[in-house]
């Protein structure tokens, strides 16, 4: 049974940090990239950042290009996404998904395999 948990999610100032963890059971994790999407009420999923296991491939938004980043954890099949600077506009809930392979330069929501539960992040001003 393949599973992934989000966690980390919570309410920090702008400006301020967070570090969210994806923890992954039930897949060869080195065979997989993770990446993070978020999602507000009434918008679409959007994907924030990756990183692949097999190439060491990476994606990164825009709008979180030289604020966040993904990394793998010291924990056997986790990765984090660190979150600095972090604006009000960053609110959502945060998930992590897996996929077989590489980070694509423009993440599709609807390739992805494997879903987790999200994690809330609320940035307050």
């Known amino acids: 049974d393949v599973q992934l948990q989000a966690s980390g999610g919570g309410l920090v100032q702008a400006r301020g940090s967070l570090r969210l963890s994806c923890a992954a059971s039930g897949l060869n994790f080195d065979d997989y990239a993770i990446t993070w999407f978020r999602q507000v009420p009434g918008k679409e999923r959007e994907a924030v950042s990756c990183?692949?296991?097999?190439?060491?491939?990476?994606y990164s938004a825009d709008f979180v290009k030289g604020r966040f980043t993904t990394s793998k954890g010291a924990a056997k099949n986790t990765m984090y996404l660190q979150m600095n600077s972090l604006k009000p506009e960053d609110t959502a809930i945060y998930y992590c998904?897996?996929?077989?392979?590489?980070?694509?330069?423009?993440?599709?929501?609807?390739?992805?395999?494997?879903w987790g539960k999200g994690t809330l992040v609320t940035v307050s001003s």
């Open positions: 998904a897996a996929i077989l392979g590489y980070c694509s330069p423009y993440p599709l929501a609807y390739e992805y395999q494997h």
């Open positions: 990183l692949s296991n097999t190439d060491g491939s990476t």
